[in-house]
């Protein structure tokens, strides 16, 4: 076994963790937009040709803004998925019940959170930004799937937003500090749900064979096309919104040349990123090591 994840563990840990929303965003909070959001990493607006320092700051903050809208977004299939996985096992296990629900709660407490950040954005930024959905219509794509098709395409989600915050936000004292703290935030919790949801994975392929692990990764592999699409579609948007903000519209040569390096930015930051993270590498290799082969060959794309 390559971990030592334990439901009592787990809720303990997620006790300690736990934050109030009001403690984190007040219905009053304002956020600085002299300063960008996202590290540049995962934006990668700083190399953006064309831009002065002033649109490529704007491009930034745009896309912390489909950062966490898109989060939330994800988290409205999240939350009935952890619903319904724990139903079922009402009667069983204590520790893993009450973690299951602890795990919805916050869940539906990182959506409010999302919600909120949207409108004290939307009073600062001064321009619309429109996300991709509606979030209804893209949860019920992504659960009509196989569970553990769901559940491996979560796992991912979820370890690579610890990645994102560890790697490129902790130490990044340029990014903007509400927004900076909404991540912390995020990432206290999401780290147990990264190990329940591991769990989670390992009961649904108990007792699978080799072919129907296999199909449930076509369907995995279904589910990452699906938001890829709607990746390409949000760089649409979010370039939309940039150019309502800047005031001009780009050159048509300009404009799919940003058009095309955002798309990428965006699958890596929401795909190729997860697909990397070696806890969820280990995760799948200990399912089924070809399929993780599979998923290692389609990783570049992504990248």
Known sequence: MFHDFTYP???????????????????????DFTRPFMPEALART???????????????????????????????????????????RLNG?????????????EEAKH????????????????????????????????????????ALLILQIEWMTQSHYVDSVRDDVSIEPLFASLLRHHWMEEAQHAKLDTLMVEALADGR?????KAAIDEY????????AGLKTQSSLNLAAFESAAGRTL???????????????LRWTYIGSGLRHPKFRATLGA????????VDAAAPAFA
């Not at 064309?50 to 489909?66: K, M, P, V, Y």
């Not at 050159?251 to 930015?265: G, K, M, S, V, Y």
């Open 46 to 88: 700083a190399r953006l040709e064309g831009l002065s320092a002033r649109e490529r700051l704007i491009f930034n903050q745009i896309r912390g803004h489909d950062y966490l809208c898109i989060f939330g977004l994800v988290e409205e299939f999240v939350l009935p998925f952890v619903l319904d996985h724990a139903r079922p």
């Open 251 to 265: 050159p048509r040569h300009d404009h799919e040349a940003i058009l095309a390096q955002q798309h990428q930015a």
């Open 287 to 294: 399912i089924s090591p070809a399929q993780l082969a599979r």
């Open 221 to 228: 592999f279904e589910i990452a096309m699906f938001l890829d």
């Open 111 to 150: 959506i409010h959170l999302f919600k909120r950040f949207h409108e004290v954005f939307k009073t600062g930024f001064g321009h619309e930004c429109a996300v991709i959905g509606p979030p209804e219509a893209i949860a019920a794509k992504v659960l009509s799937h196989d569970p553990l098709s769901v």
């Open 93 to 105: 296990d204590d520790h893993r019940v009450r973690a299951f629900l602890q795990f919805a709660s």
């Open 9 to 31: 563990a787990i809720l303990a840990a997620s006790t300690r963790a736990a934050w109030k929303l009001e403690d984190v965003i007040a219905p009053d909070a304002a956020l």
């Open 209 to 213: 064979s080799e072919s129907e692990i």
